[in-house]
């Protein structure tokens, strides 16, 4: 019963990515983020310091992403900040991997999880607007 069960979760998780709206795909990748990000922090406080490092590496890799995917020419301004968000959250993730600095995950995790706000708060007025 269970294997039926991880075999449907599974399919389920694989349909939602590949046939997710853009905008959906955006709002995985930041829910993603503050997971992994978490994951990050405990493995600090646990001391599974390979569990920090990975999941603190998961999380670059959103905002690497993130980087690589916004149009900071068409968003104006707003993407110029957006940018240097992104990318101040990557360098304060890269040292507090390096320092296995729990004190930088609780500092940055905040940020992350604002960033996944806005995006929804984003989401849900771009729905109305239209």
Request: no cysteine.
């Amino acid at each position: 019963m269970t294997f039926g069960y991880k075999n449907a979760a599974n399919a389920y998780k694989t349909n939602s990515v590949n046939y997710a709206s853009k905008e959906q795909l955006l709002l995985m990748l930041v829910d993603g983020a503050v997971k992994f990000a978490e994951i990050a922090r405990q493995g600090m406080i646990d001391n599974q310091i390979q569990k920090a490092h990975n999941n603190i590496i998961k999380t670059q890799n959103i905002f690497f992403e993130l980087i690589a995917t916004l149009d900071v020419s068409a968003a104006g301004e707003w993407g110029s900040k957006l940018m240097s968000i992104y990318q101040f959250i990557v360098d304060r993730l890269g040292q507090a991997n390096i320092k296995k600095s729990i004190e930088i995950m609780n500092e940055v995790i905040p940020l992350i999880q604002e960033v996944r706000d806005t995006w929804y708060e984003a989401s849900k007025i771009s729905k109305v607007a239209k």
